[in-house]
């Protein structure tokens, strides 16, 4: 939440509101806004009981039969959303599955920057190589963090064949 509403600023009437003047209801309005939902939106109140180790559970908005994800609200007025495990798995791998993405992307403009002979053996190459940091010398830890400029200049000075050396050709003058 402090990411979508950290400086936010909304008109409200003729005057601006800062994001903490917000009402809960309002912020999870542009919340909701900012992230794609439309239609109603189930919010739920978490009220305190006698017993401190029982909360009550209150439906203020929307369905418990709603779509997800849902908004709660606690005794303090913060704001929560909750979830199932599966749309947290289905985030955690379109978050995977784009950071692979970037990259790969990544290794590739590198690559191409170090103007190679054949792009495919380059890659292929880098990624055993980047196979073999990652997995290290102990097979429980993963490197994710690797230098692409260096990975590619190691490369190169173990492979200079796959990469074109421009000090290498020679101009025949007509």
Do not use: Y
């Amino acid at each position: 939440m402090r990411g979508i509403l950290s400086g936010l600023v909304q008109i409200k009437g003729d005057r601006q509101v800062a994001a903490n003047e917000l009402s809960v209801f309002e912020m999870i309005n542009i919340i909701s806004k900012d992230i794609g939902l439309d239609g109603d939106k189930t919010v739920i109140e978490i009220e305190n009981t006698d017993n401190p180790e029982v909360k009550k559970l209150s439906l203020k908005s929307g369905s418990w039969s709603a779509n997800e994800p849902w908004f709660v609200v606690d005794e303090n007025k913060k704001l929560h959303t909750m979830m199932s495990i599966n749309s947290i798995n289905k985030i955690v791998e379109n978050f995977r599955a784009t950071q692979e993405e970037n990259f790969n992307l990544k290794l590739e403009k590198t690559i191409w920057q170090n103007i190679p002979i054949d792009f495919q053996d380059v890659w292929a190459v880098a990624m055993d190589e980047i196979k073999c940091i990652a997995t290290g010398k102990d097979e429980d830890i993963k490197v994710i963090n690797v230098d692409l400029e260096e990975l590619i200049i190691n490369i190169k000075a173990e492979h200079p064949n796959l990469f074109f050396n421009f000090k290498d050709l020679h101009v025949i003058a007509r």
